[in-house]
């Protein structure tokens, strides 16, 4: 059973845009929520987080959105880079469970130039 | 500080052989976390050391796979004997603990890319 999903396997941006991810979950216990990036021959690198006792959480060009009632959060990227091209996992945890991750299948963003 | 590492980087084998995959966390991490991916799909937890115990081992898909961490440092994971389902990326995570509190950032390895004949 996945618990966490993201429904777009891809996203296409142009360079300057703003690009946004979402990702949905069904386990209400889930209290701290991840996204992170990974290129091709790496592992996952950590991006942004929330907990779930806020509602959005800022880095630079990163924003996480959350919507608890919806169980839904988006990932915001503005401006959007070339960089940025790589796969995105949203990710969800119970912080009593020591942090065991509950991924979503990623995103591929390719930003145009 | 050196980042999580594992070997081999990509193995290839034959349904009914044994491979076994190799992970080194971040010095001084507690905590040890193998993950996999398969064709493209999410990726899925195996289990969680925290130093040498297995504190989670929910995720293991069946008995043909063992998880060892023998005196806290890096650990093993076995396949024996290998499927052919079992092709995926093998990821490794630490992380750290401080006191009582679990630091909630898992360092990714960069996979062992399985694939089995």
């Known amino acids: 059973d996945q618990q966490v999903k993201q429904n777009s396997p891809s996203l296409s941006v142009q360079e300057g845009r703003i690009s946004i991810l979402n990702c949905d979950y069904t386990?209400?216990?889930?209290?701290?929520f991840l996204w992170y990036k990974k290129y091709p021959a790496e592992g996952p690198t950590f991006l942004i987080s929330?907990?779930?006792?806020?509602d959005k959480n800022e880095d630079g060009r990163f924003t996480v959105f959350l919507n608890k009632s919806a169980k839904h959060l988006s990932l915001h990227i503005v401006p959007s880079q070339p960089g940025d091209s790589a796969v995105y996992f949203c990710a969800a945890t119970e912080r009593s469970n020591d942090y065991k991750l509950s991924f979503g299948a990623g995103t591929t963003v390719t930003v145009r130039a | 500080e050196a980042g999580v590492t594992q070997f081999p980087s990509h193995s290839v084998i034959e349904k009914g052989q044994t491979v076994t995959l190799r992970c080194d966390p971040i010095s001084g991490h507690d905590n040890l976390y193998w993950y996999r991916r398969v064709m493209g799909k999410e990726i899925k937890f195996l289990l969680h050391?925290?130093?040498?115990?297995?504190?989670?081992e929910s995720g293991m898909p069946n008995n043909r796979f063992l998880a060892e961490r023998t005196g806290g440092t890096y650990s093993t994971l076995k396949v024996q004997p290998a499927e052919l389902e079992d092709s995926g990326v093998y990821f490794c995570?630490?992380?750290?603990?401080?006191?009582?509190?679990?630091?909630?950032?898992?360092?990714f390895g960069p996979g062992t890319r399985l694939t089995v004949l």
């Open positions: 386990n209400s216990m889930f209290d701290y």
């Open positions: 929330i907990s779930s006792i806020k």
């Open positions: 050391f925290v130093k040498e115990s297995k504190q989670d």
């Open positions: 995570a630490s992380s750290q603990r401080i006191g009582l509190v679990f630091h909630n950032e898992q360092f």
